[in-house]
């Protein structure tokens, strides 16, 4: 079974992510939000976790505030503990995740903790346009068990978090930006087609192995920014492989962004440090 793709996106550019570390002293790899990509309208930041040394890890991220866009965390090995400043509590598992709309302004802490010592995991941050930057906070949770896992070829799997293909639908709904996000799992030559809307920002993040994207060899850690097309083809490398398939309708909006206040005018962002200083911050709890 494939889907009918017309007009094939082709690859703009191949990016390797870079080492950094946020939090307290978490190591990561930053593909979107760095000196050389500071964004891809609507995405502000792409965060990959993956080590097996708990010391890069464990001391996590303390409490920190988001306002104005959305936070994803998606959890392949390992686990995450969430808790906001107004009581609510989770651990995302791996293969589940959270899709969490700070909207007004959420403060929370994020914690990995270890299974088996291994972590892989990802956070993506994706902006609200600016009508929206201030609607309630919203979690959307995500269980392992919940999240659609479709093989539409031979030695292609693919997990649907949110968007629709090959007849399955994830569970994220209500997103401003219209969003597809597919973990997709490739053996060695297996080639899947992934349907993406025209006109959205996409991008395809390598994490195991490597792959064929649009016609392009992307290595492990490496993003490829897609051109305009209806869908994408990935293929499995030699030793096949495992990516995420991320893409949202861009908001042609003016972004002033500080930290994790993401803002639409100057104004905005005072306003935000404003409201955080003065403990006013949080406006509404999260449903
Ligand atoms: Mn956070």
């Given amino acids: 079974m494939s889907e009918t793709v017309k007009n094939a996106r082709a690859v703009d550019r191949v990016l390797r992510a870079m080492d950094t570390s946020d939090g ?8 979107i939000g760095t000196p050389q990509l500071d964004m891809l309208d609507p995405f502000l930041m792409l965060d990959s976790l993956s080590t097996d040394n708990p010391d890069e890890y464990i001391a996590g991220f303390p409490e920190h505030p988001h306002r104005g866009f959305e936070t994803v965390t998606y959890m392949v090995e390992g686990a995450m503990r969430h808790k906001d400043s107004m009581g609510n509590e989770g651990v995302l598992r791996s293969g589940g995740g959270q899709w969490m709309t700070a909207g007004s302004g959420i403060v929370h802490s994020e914690t990995p903790e270890q299974e088996n ?13 600016a009508k929206d930057k201030m609607i309630d906070p919203r979690y959307q949770n995500m269980e392992p068990d919940e999240l659609p896992e479709i093989a539409p070829a031979e030695g292609a799997q693919l997990r649907l978090l949110a968007g629709s293909m090959h007849g399955a639908t994830g569970p994220i709904n209500g997103i401003s930006t219209d969003p597809v996000f597919v973990d997709a799992k490739l053996d060695a030559g297996a080639e899947v087609t992934v349907p993406l809307p025209e006109g959205h920002t996409a991008v395809v993040y390598v994490f195991v192995g490597d792959a064929v994207v649009g016609g392009k060899d992307v290595p492990t850690h490496h993003l490829a920014i897609l051109k305009d097309g209806d869908g994408v083809t990935l293929k ?52």
């Fill in 24 to 31: 307290a002293g978490v190591s990561l790899r930053r593909s």
């Fill in 236 to 287: 499995g490398g030699a030793d096949g492989g495992r990516m995420l398939v991320i893409a949202a309708r861009p908001i042609h909006e003016q972004v002033v962004r500080y930290g994790p206040f993401v803002m639409s005018s100057k104004q905005e962002l005072m306003q935000a440090f404003d409201d955080y200083q003065r403990g006013t911050f949080v406006r509404k709890a999260a449903s």
């Fill in 117 to 129: 010592g291994l972590l892989q995991g990802f956070q993506l941050w994706i902006n609200l346009p």
